[in-house]
Every structure is written in structure tokens, then in C-alpha cells.
């Protein structure tokens, strides 16, 4: 039945055309300089049914220098690349001169200054059928710093380095410069190449050694091997002899290949040669003498083997008649006809690139306009390829990934073309993570066995020609008899949310034992997948998942228990917490039940993660306090809950009982790139509720500003003093709200930071019974205004700089209450009060002979932290020096630290030695040493530091009789200093 479908489809190509071309390189390398001197004929036929008046080239190499495409790209992103290189370290592909119809023509450049793309307006115009010859001397060199290309001493990996002729298709001459989203495309050729290398230079190539020695023999692991160079495969007379004498210490090795797009080599004197063959594909690995362990003793060979023929499995019949693995100077991997350059001989490595000798290299897409249809392509068969072969379906781990995309907005369509793309980072995202998923999910409608004729019909229609979105789509609705096109358009050119609710079961006992069942189902997303109907591994129907609401029934001889949509997680579903059958004091909702780890938080994709956690603490009034601390969260990011209830055991609580709740971020209300939340609490004292919003303004993942901008609205009240440290609170509230900003930008290694707040609102205090006070306010409104900016960047000697300077305020007819002053020493009262260590009098870090920084405000990390008045302006500075450092471990860094704190507070904070003066100056400065500490997800900052120097010494934090303004204070910190 198969052979019969294959030829039914296989035919549909009769108006396809695609141009023949041929080239006659010679090339000579001179090893001391990196260039190479090359001259190529270039036969061109016109098959398509234009008349052409142009011509154009690509110059590939020259996108790697200053000047072109590619490196205005990278530095828009950031990316410091080929933009910086000086001569004789870029790339380059000089034209010196060329003949075009017979006329010397110098090539234009209408991309200029990028000369990725050179073209020549012909003599005479090409009818089609018509031919013309194109003679061009050139010069090329690779780039010292390797991308897709380099060098590297003697070794050589080259890549687009000739003078490529432009696809010209159905769209036109694609003369398309080249950029850093999207790579190559080429027109099918015949290709004659004649390199003269150094004697002892072993290659790596397109195509087969018709002549000359490409040094094997004597890099080959088994003596007793025998090479198989396959001279005649391409029936070339033997006696045909075209490399004439050369230098003494030089060869000339001729290739020749038939019908591919590229023509890549690889050089390097110390390769090392193995050999094997599937079918009659000849599998050749060169890799370097320190490789063995990873690549030699056949490990290479058979992973590539191995890749050979699962692919050969899924499309058809490898058309080449090898395949050249070498192990480049660049990790990663980069694919061309017939040869794969890559980093590692991992089994996935191997298994994508060769992919890419099938979708790419036979089924040739445009790679920047199509992208999807070779890079997604080979990931979905590599991952198929693991899942065969017993490892987790790619599915799994790839969609939950690709939904956060979807569900913040970053995703944008497949179909883009490369350079259209957002940035780099989304253009990966897309064509790689996304373009996988989209043909993940063309196999889950379609089926595996489908989805296999799909890509053996597609094979055997379209090798070794050109193919896009619609020869691909049409196979692919020819062999499955369905209309896919609703598939591929939100897939590729769409990027909708799906999500899918259950709302309704109907179960029926009929006459015959049986059970009839109907479900409803109801769409609630804009984008569409078939979804299935089942309980646990039981697939009882399909709904089409096209209308808005939808009934599907089903019989079963049993009575079905508790149904789901979309058990296996197959259909893109957002919101898997609606997809339960209701049940009473459950609701729709799967709860995942576990113990929290603090080092690491569980997310499941189709169930609500509750972790539950003991904890305990104590504080002089409580004592002992015990607490059960929940945390919920659906896909890492939404549902997120903090419950936390505790319960003193002094003997002197009077509240013993505490309550704090967080809640944020509900899926069935998304907010693309905004966080919100609400919190509750009536715990040790204070009682109050708090509304947050933080909207994300950045426009790019992978680089540039990340802005921010917030609103807050907070009541907070004291409602037991015996709890309060009564240095930091009075016994007040507050109501107030504001907005806020923030941005955080990275250059290099430098880290820069600023964030502006304020709030207004009314502030309430207690004096007594009732409302009334003669002696003081009861309330008034108030204003608190906040802002700090702060660097990190590499300094003199290895260093790194910090720097922060602070401004606040405080807007009132009296004086504020003490947890609403301007902190002169670190974090306010409101904003260490979540820290059960840092929130009552008498808690672990809160004790008079404790001396714990919280950063934040004014930052004198040398004095008291209740010292606070009406505003403060500050400067703080501090020098690191690492003098450690590891991957792993616990323990990850160490670093010496100096450091000075500056600031001028109003006299309320501390009273000025000057009569009249209405500010105080303060300083602080001292030693210290950093750590820097992760346990799996959890990674924090520990200081312990030396405030040597404290100019209002009576003031410090570590305060003794006697002492002055130089004595030995410490304190300790579990965060950075800012």
C-alpha cells in the first residue's frame, strides 16, 4: 500500500523548475596569511520561464567584519562579535575581477556598505532555456573568531567562501544579505573543486576525492583500514587529470559533487581519520588526537551511523554518497551537504545535523525566509529519535517552555522571515522550540503512522529540489486525507491561546449493560486543537475542538470514572486546571500534594503544585512561634499562593494565632508581562492588606533595558505593641498608595539599576481612647517619596566597583511616625516585616546584641538601625575583589571587600553638633568579606563586614563605652548590599 501511495503523490512536481548551475573552482590556501587565492567558471542555465537581465553572487564571508549586516545586528543586540575585529583577524571575499558573457564587469553592491551580495547587470539579457558563463578571481579568508567559519592556527573550517550563486525561484532573485537569524540557500550545482594545500594538510569535504591525496591514509586509527575514496562514483574517466605540478611541501586534492547546494571543507594537519558505511553511504569522522574518549574508537562512526539510519527510516534513501563528520573549531554544529562540523560527537548533536543532510540539504528550503522547515524539522526527528530509543517524549519538556512564550506575548509567528524576527533570542525560540512543537502537534492530528507516510511521500517527491511551506503542507493533506491548512496557519502565521474547558458529564446506563456518555466541551481560547477525552491512560474520544461549545458522546462497556480533557497534555491547552470533571469540594482543579523543598520549587503542567513546609521561630513576646507554610503555583508563574499560619507558644502572647496570605497572578485573568497580587495578614501585632501590580516594558528577552512600572496600595496597622520593636514602630497606621518605576540595564559586565517611588496617603495614631488627642494628631496625610540608582562594573586590578546613591523624603505637617521615616541604616520596618528573623522585638536578627543589615534607603551600614528622620540623601561605594571561585558546591565565590557609606540626614534621624544647622553629616567605612552560596534553585549572598570607622560613633550599630570613631564593629547580611 505504501509504494502505491508514494507514487501517487510523488508526481505533483510538473511545474516546477529550478536553475542549473555548475562550478570550476582552483583554489590555493596560504597557510601563513589565512587567504586563499581561488578563480571559479560558473555555468549558468536559465530553466525558468523569466528572462533575466541581472546576476548576483553572495559573499558570505564578508558579513564576518566590520561594516556589514550581520554586525549591525550584533550590536543592536548587544552581541560583541566580528564588529571590533581588526585586520588580520576578520573574514574576508575580495572580487579582483570577473568576466560576465564574455565582457569584464566590475560587481556592484546595492546592500553597500554590506558586500554580502554582489551583482552585475548582464551584457544581454537570458532568455530562458539560454546559458552564460561567469569567469571571477577572488580572494577569502576565514575569521580568527569562528561562527559557521574560522581559523584557528592550522586548522581551517571553511564555509561559504566562494563566490555563491543567488537562488533565483518563483519569487525572484532571493539576494538576501546575511544576518545572524536565519543561514543559507542555495541553487542545486555540479562542483568541480581543485584546493592546493600544504602536504601534510588533512581534509574534510563536500563530495568525493576524484584526485590527488586528501591525507586519510596517513591519518587513519587502523592501519589495516581500507579507505574507500569512491573515486568512480560519479563515473569520472580515472585517466582524467587536471591538478598540474606543484610547490615542493604542496598537493592538489580535486573533489567533485553532483546535485547539493554548498561546497564546505575542513583542514587541519593533526586529524585523526575513521571510517564506516550505511548502505552505500560512506561515513567518515576526522577528529583530533585528544578526542579518542569522546569520538574515536568508533564512537562517531556509529552515532552518525546510527543517525543515518533512523532518518533514512522516516524520509527515504540517503540520495549522497557520503557523509563527512569532522569535529570543528566552534562548539555547536553547523550542517552542508554531505559534511556536518561539530563541537561534540553527542548522540543529539549528530542526530540534528545530519537531520539537516535531509530537511536542508535534499528538501532545500530558504533558511531565512523558512526557517522553521529545517531547524524545527531536525529537532522534531531528533527528539523522536530519543523517544524511540526509550527517553522521554520531546514533548514533555519542550511545550511548557514554548506556552510561557506564548502566554507573555514574546511568541511571534513561525513564518517570519529571519531577520523580521524581534531579536535572535525569539527568532530561536521560533523556528527551533516552537517550529519542533508545530510538527509535535501535526503528528499528534495526524497520528504516528500517518505522520511517517507524510514525511516518505514529502522525500520522495521533493528531494533534490527546492521545497516550501505549501509542498510540504499539500503532501501532508494528500497522505492524511484532511484539510490541514487551519494547522498550519495558526501554527506558522498566527500565534493564538488555546484553552479548553469541561463543562459538563452526562452519564447514561443503557438497556445492554453499557454506559452512554456525553461530554460538553467549551472553548474559551481563539486558537483550536482536536482534544481528547479520557481518565488517566484511557482515551475514550476525540473532540474536534472547532466550536465554541461542543457535545461529544462516547459508550463504554464500564462506567467511566472522573473524565479530563486532554489527559496526555497534547493540545496546547493554557488553563489544564479547568479541565477536570467537577466533583464536590474538589472543583475542576488537580492538586499535586508534596513536601516543599525551599531549594527547589515543583511545577506541574496539568495540575495546581501545593507544597506544604513546617517552620518555626521565636521573638520575646511568642517565644517559640510554629507555623505550616504553604505554596502553590500552576507552571511556575500563576496560582502562585503563599499561606502561612502560625502559632506562639509563650506564655505571654496574647494574639498566639497569625494568618499571612499572598495571592498573585490567576491563569483565567492573564496579564501578559504583569505580575499582580493581593496580600492579607494579622500576625505578631500588625494587621493589613496590600495590592501590587508590576508591569514588564521590556522589549527584548535576551538584552537591553528591562523597565518596569508598578503600582502599590498598602494598610497597615499596629494592633498589639508588646510585639513591635518600639525604636522602629509607633503605635499608628497607615493607608497609602503610589506608583513606582524601575529599570535594570546590563552592558557587558556592567550592571546598572535605578527605581523611583512614591506614595501618598493618610496616617492614623493611637494615643488613646477614642479618636481625639488635644496633644497630638489623629490623622493626616502624608507623602513618602524614594529613589536610588546603583552600578556594578569591573574596575582596576580585577575588581568590581559598586556604587548606589539614595534620595528620600517624607511630606507631612508633623513628624512621621517611626516606621514611615527615611531609614538612615538599611530596610524599613514595612519592608522587612515579611521576615518572621527581622519582624518582632526579640526575633533572631532583631536583638540588641545582633547586628544585621537589611539594605535599602539611606544604607549606613555602620549605624543603628532605628535611626530615621524626614529625608536623607546618600552615597554608597564599595570595592570587591574575588579571590574564589566554583561551578559547584554550596560555597561558589569569596571576595574581599572595602567599602565607605556617605550621607546627609535631617536632624530628626541625628541631631546636629552645629547649633542651627539643619542636616548631619555621616560617614562609615570598613572592610569585609563576601560569599556567595546556591543549593540547587536557592542562592544567596552572605557579608560579614567590618565598619572600622564611624564618624557619629555614639550612633554605630555596635556601640560600646569608650569606643570612638575607629574601633573593631561588625555585622552579618544574607543579601547583597545593593
Known amino acids: 500500500m505504501l509504494p502505491l501511495v508514494l507514487l501517487l503523490v510523488a508526481g505533483d512536481t510538473s511545474a516546477y523548475w529550478q536553475q542549473q548551475v555548475a562550478y570550476e573552482i582552483t583554489a590555493s590556501l596560504d597557510e601563513p596569511s589565512g587567504v586563499l587565492t581561488g578563480h571559479v567558471r560558473i555555468s549558468y542555465v536559465n530553466r525558468s520561464p523569466d528572462t533575466l537581465r541581472d546576476f548576483y553572487v553572495h559573499q558570505y564571508l564578508n558579513a564576518f567584519r566590520p561594516g556589514s549586516r550581520w554586525t549591525a545586528a550584533d550590536s543592536a543586540e548587544q552581541r560583541e562579535r566580528f564588529q571590533h575585529l581588526k585586520d588580520p583577524d576578520y573574514a574576508f571575499e575580495r572580487i579582483t575581477s570577473a568576466t560576465v558573457m564574455g565582457q569584464a564587469l566590475r560587481p556592484d553592491y546595492s546592500y553597500a556598505p554590506d558586500s554580502t551580495i554582489a551583482h552585475w547587470t548582464l551584457p544581454r539579457s537570458l532568455v530562458p532555456g539560454d546559458s552564460l558563463a561567469v569567469d571571477i578571481d577572488w580572494l577569502a579568508r576565514l575569521s580568527t573568531l569562528p561562527r559557521r567559519q574560522g581559523r584557528r592556527g592550522r586548522r581551517f573550517d571553511f564555509a561559504q567562501w566562494y563566490p555563491k550563486v543567488v537562488v533565483y525561484d518563483r519569487y525572484g532573485w532571493e539576494d538576501h544579505p546575511l544576518y545572524p537569524g536565519g543561514e543559507f540557500y542555495g541553487e542545486f550545482a555540479t562542483y568541480d573543486v581543485m584546493l592546493e594545500l600544504a602536504q601534510d594538510q588533512v581534509i574534510g569535504a563536500t563530495g568525493v576525492p576524484v584526485e590527488g591525496d586528501p591525507g586519510w591514509e596517513t591519518a587513519k586509527v587502523d592501519p589495516a583500514l581500507r579507505i574507500d575514496y569512491q573515486r568512480d562514483w560519479y563515473h569520472a574517466p580515472r585517466t582524467t587529470h587536471q591538478c598540474g605540478e606543484v610547490a615542493a611541501g604542496r598537493k592538489c586534492v580535486r573533489f567533485r559533487a553532483e546535485q547539493v547546494h554548498h561546497f564546505a571543507f575542513s583542514l587541519n594537519p593533526a586529524y585523526v581519520y575513521e571510517q564506516g558505511r550505511y548502505g552505500d553511504a560512506v561515513v567518515r569522522v576526522l577528529y583530533q588526537p585528544g578526542d579518542r574518549a569522546t569520538w574515536g574508537q568508533g564512537i562517531a562512526v556509529r552515532n552518525t551511523v546510527v543517525a543515518l539510519a533512523w532518518l533514512d527510516s522516516l524520509f527515504g534513501k540517503y540520495q549522497w554518497p557520503q557523509l563527512t563528520n569532522v569535529h570543528r573549531i566552534e562548539g555547536g554544529g553547523t550542517e552542508f551537504p554531505m559534511m556536518i562540523m561539530n563541537g561534540s560527537a553527542s548522540l543529539g548533536l549528530i542526530v540534528h545535523e545530519t537531520g539537516h543532510q535531509y530537511v536542508m540539504g535534499q528538501l532545500a528550503n530558504n533558511e531565512w525566509r523558512e526557517g522553521w522547515l529545517d531547524e524545527g524539522f531536525s529537532d522534531f526527528q531528533e527528539g523522536w529519535l530519543l523517544e524511540t530509543h526509550g527517553g522521554p517524549p520531546a514533548y514533555d519538556g519542550l511545550e511548557p517552555d514554548v506556552l510561557l512564550l506564548d502566554l507573555e506575548r514574546w511568541s511571534e509567528p513561525v513564518s517570519t522571515v529571519s531577520e523580521r524576527f524581534r531579536d535572535f533570542l525569539i527568532y530561536q525560540e521560533m523556528v527551533y522550540a516552537k517550529a519542533q512543537l508545530f510538527y509535535e502537534q501535526l503528528r499528534y492530528v495526524v497520528g504516528d503512522e500517518t505522520m511517517r507516510r507524510i514525511l516518505r511521500a514529502y522525500f520522495s517527491r521533493w528531494k533534490l529540489k527546492h521545497v516550501d511551506e505549501d509542498a510540504f503542507r499539500r503532501v501532508a493533506e494528500e497522505v492524511s486525507k484532511q484539510d490541514l491548512k487551519w494547522l498550519f496557519g495558526e501554527w506558522l502565521h498566527a500565534t493564538p491561546l488555546i484553552d479548553y474547558r469541561l463543562r459538563r458529564v452526562e452519564r447514561h446506563r443503557l438497556a445492554d449493560g453499557r454506559w452512554r456518555t456525553v461530554v460538553t466541551v467549551e ?181 537591553g533595558p528591562d523597565p518596569h512600572v508598578g503600582f502599590d496600595a498598602l494598610w497597615m496597622a499596629t494592633t498589639d505593641l508588646a510585639y513591635v520593636d518600639r525604636r522602629l514602630w509607633d503605635d499608628a497606621g497607615t493607608v497609602e498608595a503610589g506608583p513606582w518605576a524601575s529599570i535594570e540595564m546590563r552592558r557587558g559586565a556592567t550592571l546598572l539599576r535605578a527605581r523611583l517611588g512614591a506614595r501618598g496617603g493618610i496616617v492614623y495614631a493611637n494615643p488613646g481612647p477614642g479618636i481625639v488627642s488635644s496633644s497630638r494628631y489623629d490623622i493626616e496625610g502624608f507623602g513618602r517619596f524614594t529613589g536610588a540608582a546603583s552600578m556594578r562594573t569591573p574596575f582596576l586590578f580585577g575588581t568590581t566597583l559598586g556604587v548606589r546613591v539614595f534620595g528620600g523624603a517624607y511630606a507631612g505637617a508633623s513628624d512621621p511616625v517611626r516606621q514611615r521615616r527615611i531609614p538612615v541604616a538599611g530596610a524599613d520596618p514595612y519592608e522587612t516585616f515579611t521576615d518572621p528573623f527581622l519582624r518582632s522585638r526579640g526575633a533572631l536578627f532583631l536583638r540588641p546584641d545582633f547586628f544585621y543589615h537589611a539594605p535599602g534607603n539611606a544604607n549606613l551600614r555602620g549605624f543603628r538601625s532605628d535611626l530615621g528622620g524626614r529625608w536623607a540623601l546618600s552615597a554608597n561605594i564599595e570595592l570587591t575583589r574575588a579571590v574564589w571561585r566554583r561551578d559547584q558546591g554550596i560555597l561558589r565565590e569569596v571576595a574581599l571587600e572595602a567599602f565607605t557609606d556617605r550621607a546627609l540626614v535631617d536632624t530628626l534621624a541625628v541631631p546636629s553638633n552645629t547649633l542651627g544647622q539643619r542636616f548631619t553629616l555621616l560617614f562609615d567605612a570598613g572592610v569585609g568579606l563576601v560569599t556567595r552560596h546556591q543549593i540547587r534553585d536557592l542562592d544567596w549572598t552572605m557579608r560579614f563586614e567590618l565598619p572600622l570607622i564611624v564618624n557619629r560613633y555614639n550612633e554605630a550599630a555596635d556601640v560600646r563605652v569608650g569606643r570612638g570613631q575607629l574601633a573593631f564593629r561588625w555585622l552579618l547580611s544574607l543579601s547583597p548590599s545593593f
Open 523 to 703: 472553548r474559551k481560547g481563539d486558537g483550536r486543537m482536536p482534544v481528547e477525552i479520557g481518565e488517566r491512560d484511557s482515551i475514550y474520544a476525540r473532540a474536534t475542538g472547532e466550536p465554541a461549545t461542543e457535545r461529544v458522546e462516547f459508550t463504554t462497556a464500564k462506567k467511566p470514572g472522573r473524565l479530563m480533557l486532554d489527559p496526555r497534555g497534547r493540545a496546547h491547552d493554557y488553563d489544564m486546571l479547568n479541565n477536570r470533571e467537577k466533583r464536590p469540594f474538589v472543583g475542576r482543579a488537580a492538586v499535586g500534594w508534596r513536601l516543599d523543598d525551599p531549594t527547589r520549587e515543583t511545577a506541574k503542567r496539568d495540575k495546581l503544585v501545593s507544597a506544604w513546609l513546617p517552620v518555626a521561630w521565636s521573638n520575646d513576646l511568642g517565644g517559640v512561634t510554629l507555623g505550616l507554610r504553604n505554596r502553590t503555583n500552576y507552571l511556575g508563574r500563576y496560582e502562585r499562593g503563599m499561606l502561612l499560619a502560625s502559632v506562639a507558644t509563650g506564655s505571654g502572647a496574647a494574639g498566639r494565632l497569625g494568618f499571612y496570605g499572598r495571592w498573585s497572578n490567576p491563569i483565567r485573568h492573564l496579564m501578559p508581562r504583569t505580575q499582580s497580587s493581593v496580600a492579607a495578614w494579622d500576625v505578631e501585632g500588625r494587621a493589613g492588606v496590600a495590592l501590587s501590580v508590576d508591569r514588564a516594558l521590556r522589549q527584548h528577552l535576551g538584552f
